[in-house]
């Protein structure tokens, strides 16, 4: 018999209401997957119900596999055999396989990736005669979109999606019916497809969705603020011979109505579930009780929302803490220089965490953390000096300080395409090796090697040393710049991508390294050399090689930076809130439209609710956005909670405890300090 004792009153509620719809609201940190995984082990070990006749359905791998694991746990595999823990996707392809022949396919249909889906588009627009403007890119993005609201293509037009006068709209709509025949031609289907065709395959089939649903008796979904609109057509033909539905969520948390989320799934649960018990879950094994009223007082604000107030056992002292900052650089500099002191009195890095709203907010704290030498990594993303643009940049940088260096020479010889292929190179590689000289010096002294090539060897090798100069003369910045102009970098960006976004995106990463380099120059001054600056990007490349044999599971001793949105379902023993400011959080997009901001107000409660004993946010009171320094306001959604007694405000546009003259001394104290490490 397995045992409820080690749950709280409103868990073991939970785990023991077994028939009937329930809705067990779980606040943050307050053990959902632990009373879901006793609920299962009670209804398997003490209840005797048949694990076959048991479905838990998770959104992610991970959780799915962690629920599993601690299933597994509780119970003996012999008992755990025939129960169903699966994520909506792995549930719906194990039912597709069995019964896809139904809907006019094969069983050994195909599942295709984004390549395999955009080369039937490509095809699809130009039968369209389509505009050049039209991205293949997008169009796959709306038929996704599409298909997670339950939408065909038969029923977009009369949809309340479709647009007559978007010629988005128009070609999107010849496209859908194109891709989907394809598709049905290839014998292959492609991920959204998946719940599309198992709902389609219920509704067409009532006899089909009965027998799995007597099949599946009790049902548990987690993360139900997250289902979407074909999700919950999936669940209501599941329960539709039983009404023993439990699921797990929090109305609090609902952060991803870009991808089609609907709150309304969670906040109508009693409607479309008639007699549906709801359970509460609002202690917290996660945070001090500070962090959690400070928590619990911004969103309160949220009117369309279930009332919850979190609580913890954990008293104390500290009180969540509100930064006001200079500016944009001012924040990152204070902001590392705490997470340096932690560092220095023996503190694991992996128990903090850098949140922000955007991955706009990313690269100064970059900068910060690689002049500081603290190491780091990026949830969801890639560090600035891991994306190609920003390496292709620094290839010649390296090349332009040491002309041996063949590894950059061979990554941008023709990075824009200068015609120099790679039965060229390997004739000046050979050469190289006769001569017993570096690839550079062969090409420049043996420019002839190709006369097919031999101008455009002569132009690059000339390109090379004039920018020896130019950076002895100019600025970092200026020089960078120099080289995008002169390669016509932006333009070969923009021949070699179709999606505007994406162009616009690795545009701005070219950007945001030039004002890498014009930060590095305002911090070293006369020191800020074309050498000095690459010694600290090739000391940096050293410190991001990860150690494959360390175990993934155990967190890294480097800080965490992440969106608000991947910090969902992580703990950090501190975090750094930054960017508290009206147009970031709440972000100006949701501002100027005149949208409903309590996503917005979520996503705040989100981030507050990742620390587990220190908070600190910052605002600042200018900011850099594209270059220029723009004036910032404190968010909304803290202005003014420091009348609550629930925040402190600490001023440290001169570092706090220091005066504008001190603080300049201990900047510059403490960077040259770094650059004579860097040069020993």
């Not at 962690?66 to 392809?93: C, D, P, Q």
């Not at 945070?287 to 007082?297: D, G, H, Y």
Request: glycine share 4%.
């Amino acid at each position: 018999m397995i045992s409820l004792s080690g749950l709280n009153d409103k868990q073991r509620e939970a785990a023991e209401t077994i028939e009937g719809p329930v809705l067990i609201l779980a606040g943050a940190g307050s053990g959902k997957t632990r009373t879901l995984t006793y609920r299962i082990a009670h209804m398997v070990d003490n209840l005797n119900i048949p694990s076959k006749n048991i479905l838990a359905v998770s959104f992610t791998n991970k959780a799915a596999k962690e629920m599993k694991e601690r299933v597994h746990a509780l119970l003996n595999k012999r008992l755990t055999r025939g129960i169903t823990l699966a994520t909506f996707h792995s549930l719906g392809l194990k039912i597709l396989k069995k019964e896809i022949e139904k809907l006019g396919y094969h069983k050994n249909f195909s599942i295709y990736d984004t390549s395999d889906q955009l080369a039937i588009l490509r095809e699809g627009l130009k039968r369209f005669n389509a505009d050049k403007n039209f991205k293949k890119e997008d169009i796959l993005s709306r038929i996704g979109f599409l298909k997670n609201q339950g939408v065909s293509y038969d029923d977009y037009a009369n949809s309340e999606f479709f647009n007559d006068e978007d010629p988005y709209s128009h070609a999107t709509l010849y496209c859908y019916e194109y891709y989907q025949e394809k598709l049905k031609f290839f014998n292959a289907i492609d991920f959204d497809d998946i719940l599309l065709l198992t709902v389609r395959l219920f509704d067409e089939h009532p006899d089909v969705a009965t027998a799995y649903s007597e099949q599946f008796r009790y049902i548990m979904i987690d993360e139900y603020q997250d289902t979407n609109t074909l999700q919950f057509n999936l669940i209501m033909h599941l329960t539709k011979t039983h009404n023993n539905l439990c699921v797990v969520g929090d109305d609090d948390q609902a952060i991803y109505s870009f991808r089609g989320a609907d709150i309304t799934n969670i906040l109508s649960f009693e409607r479309n579930f008639p007699g549906a018990k709801v359970v509460k879950l609002e202690q917290n094994y996660r945070s001090i009780l500070p962090i959690l009223n400070l928590a619990n007082r911004v969103i309160s604000e949220n009117k369309h929302r279930r009332d919850k107030t979190l609580w913890s056992e954990w008293q104390s002292d500290f009180k969540p803490i509100l930064w006001q900052m200079a500016d944009t650089d001012h924040e990152s500099q204070v902001v590392v220089e705490e997470i340096v002191n932690h560092q220095s009195k023996g503190g694991h890095l992996g128990d903090i965490a850098i949140l922000y709203r955007s991955n706009t907010q990313v690269q100064p704290l970059e900068d910060e953390l690689r002049l500081s030498q603290v190491p780091y990594t990026i949830v969801g993303g890639q560090k600035l000096y891991e994306k190609k643009e920003v390496k292709d940049l620094m290839a010649y940088l390296f090349l332009i300080l040491n002309p041996n260096d063949q590894m950059a020479l061979r990554r941008i010889l023709n990075v824009p395409n200068r015609g120099i292929g790679i039965k060229t190179l390997e004739k000046y590689i050979e050469k190289s090796s006769e001569e017993n000289i570096s690839l550079f010096k062969a090409m420049e002294d043996y420019p002839a090697l190709d006369p097919n090539r031999e101008e455009k060897i002569k132009t690059f090798i000339e390109l090379i040393r004039k920018y020896k100069d130019v950076f002895d003369r100019s600025s970092l910045a200026e020089s960078i710049s120099g080289i995008v102009e002169d390669i016509s970098y932006f333009e070969f960006i923009a021949k070699n991508y179709d999606n505007v976004k994406q162009i616009e995106r690795r545009k701005n990463d070219v950007m945001n390294f030039i004002e890498s380099a014009a930060r590095f120059t305002e911090r070293q001054k006369e020191s800020a050399t074309l050498k000095s600056f690459v010694e600290k990007l090739l000391l940096q490349d050293s410190q991001d090689t990860s150690k494959e044999d360390e175990d993934s599971d155990v967190r890294k001793n480097e800080v965490t930076l992440m969106t608000l949105h991947s910090s969902k379902g992580l703990e950090f023993d501190t975090v750094y809130l930054i960017g508290m400011e009206e147009e970031l959080l709440p972000h100006k997009k949701t501002v100027k439209q005149g949208e409903d901001i309590s996503e917005e107000r979520r996503l705040c409660y989100v981030g507050i609710t990742r620390a587990q004993k220190k908070l600190f946010m910052t605002y600042c009171k200018q900011r850099k956005m594209y270059g220029n320094l723009t004036p910032r306001h404190p968010s909304r959604f803290v202005h003014e909670l420091d009348k609550e007694g629930l925040l402190l405000i600490q001023d440290r546009t001169s570092f706090g405890h220091m005066s504008a003259d001190e603080a300049e001394t201990y900047k510059k104290d403490f960077f040259q300090g770094l650059m004579s490490l860097l040069d020993e």
